[in-house]
Nanobody
Framework: VQLQASGGGSVQAGDSLRLSCSASGGTFSSYGMGWFRQAPGKEREFVASISSNGLSTWYADSLKGRRFTVSRDNANNMVYLQMRNLRPEDTALYYC?????????????????????WGQGTQVTVSS
């Protein structure tokens, strides 16, 4: 499966953005999906994951205040990350990821190496 993330940009603190990730070349509904982010000089970190059917989600502990919401549209091969009340510390390159081994596995916090397929990343910059 090929993934392409989009929707990043430069915003002010408190603004919202919705990231999109389109998938092609595979059976999208067979993949567990995740979002990760990587800030300069830091390791790639988990943001959110969503089950293959979209009914279950999981968020990084730091995001369980639900500023971020992950969703998917299997009919259109899309996964989204709605981000609200953005903060400067949310500045990072955001990646979507997929793995068919996660099709029947409930979402939880995951490591990057649990995903086989990655999009190219979309930059989010939040200024104060």
């Amino acid at each position: 499966v090929q993934l392409q993330a989009s929707g990043g940009g430069s915003v002010q603190a408190g603004d919202s953005l919705r990231l999109s990730c389109s998938a092609s070349g595979g059976t999208f509904s067979s993949y567990g999906m995740g979002w990760f982010r990587q800030a300069p000089g830091k390791e790639r970190e988990f943001v959110a994951s969503i089950s293959s059917n979209g009914l279950s989600t999981w968020y990084a502990d730091s995001l369980k205040g639900r500023r971020f919401t992950v969703s998917r549209d299997n009919a259109n091969n899309m996964v989204y990350l709605q981000m609200r009340n953005l903060r400067p510390e949310d500045t990072a390159l955001y990646y979507c990821a997929a793995d068919e081994r996660l099709m029947f596995v409930p979402p939880r916090e995951r490591r990057p190496d649990e995903y086989a397929y990655w999009g190219q990343g979309t930059q989010v910059t939040v200024s104060s």
